[in-house]
């Protein structure tokens, strides 16, 4: 696990932003090549790739990052989401996390994973599949929005919290490369906790959840603990099954996305304590800001949570 000080993320942040940024993607970068070098020598007989991780833990963009990497080698990569095998709100009993006495939804119960799990042998048997779609806005599942074959030479990258749930793998693990991204450093200020990566997925998802999903911060945080409840629960348990993995933290991304959360975590310190994450109230205003816009990357993985 890389540990990164604030002092560091401060001083490159005000004196370099612009070759800290391209430090940053280019680490990242070289780790999703090795990625791509490692399917694409595996291609012929496992066209399936499965990217499994945490909340937050930029599967959608390396997916994308992956697809790309692997066209430049020759190879075509289609795409499916996991978040699009969600069932519609209102079709059936979402299970309760007791724990936290909210819903569980991060439950596999809330996707239709035995659908899923047909289409991807399908695929693998070069056979068609109708795929869906889900709009997160109605919360409502769409059906055979597009159809899907793969060709001999083409691989299918599919990324979600629940790629390695053994209803996914069990029939699949000799067709399919298994890929785990995780956001898998530190952040330790001058005075008090470090910020643990769940604390930085935990930005990453606040800003996203706000900007894209309709849901403010103050829902994001209430939901929190559930959501750790459910990678303890549905991902963790399933780790080992990974044959490759991913850090796909920038350190520059936090000073970003503290600036963009600070109002809306002023007025937050309770409830950021009663979700384990106080030690990110206490660097509140000890963040140095980056004027990004001109210097990111378009395909950066922050985009997927900063727009």
């Not at 109605?138 to 790629?163: C, K, M, N, Q, S």
């Not at 005075?191 to 999903?213: I, S, V």
């Not at 970003?256 to 809306?264: A, R, W």
Request: include cysteine; proline fraction near 6%; charged fraction near 25%.
């Amino acid at each position: 696990m890389a540990e990164f000080t604030l002092k560091y993320i401060n001083h490159r942040a005000h004196y370099e932003a612009a070759a800290f940024i391209m430090d940053c993607e280019t680490h990242y970068r070289k780790q999703v090549s090795m990625v791509a070098d490692e399917i694409a020598a595996n291609s012929s007989q496992k066209p399936i790739v499965l990217l499994n991780g945490p909340s937050s833990s930029g599967k959608t963009t390396t997916n994308d990052r992956l697809c790309r990497a692997l066209e430049r080698r020759g190879i075509h990569a289609e795409t499916i989401s996991m978040d699009d095998y969600y069932r519609t709100v209102g079709t059936y009993e979402v299970p309760r996390d007791t724990e936290n006495d909210v819903p569980d939804l991060e439950s596999p119960e809330c996707m239709n994973l035995p659908l899923l799990s047909q289409h991807l042998a399908r695929l693998a048997a070069g056979e068609e599949i109708e795929v869906p779609r889900f709009d997160f806005e109605t919360r409502t599942f769409i059906p055979d929005t597009r159809a899907l074959r793969l060709d001999p030479d083409e691989v299918v990258l599919i990324e979600g919290i629940h790629a390695f749930n053994p209803v996914i793998m069990g029939d699949l693990a000799h067709a399919a490369t298994s890929v785990y991204l995780s956001v898998a450093s530190t952040v330790v200020p001058q005075e008090g906790a470090r910020l643990e990566p769940y604390m930085l997925r935990f930005l990453r998802r606040a800003l996203r959840d706000r900007l894209f999903r309709n849901s403010p911060v103050a829902e994001t945080l209430g939901q929190w603990k559930s959501v750790r409840r459910g990678e303890r629960l549905y991902i963790r348990p399933f780790r080992g099954q990974a044959n490759l993995t991913v850090d796909t933290f920038l350190p520059y991304e936090i000073c970003i996305l503290m600036q963009k959360l600070s109002d809306d975590l002023q007025n937050q310190q309770e409830a950021l304590q009663k979700a384990d994450l106080a030690p990110v109230y206490a660097v509140l205003g000890n963040i140095e800001p980056i004027e990004y816009k001109n210097i990111i990357p378009e395909d950066s993985v922050l985009h997927e949570f900063i727009g």
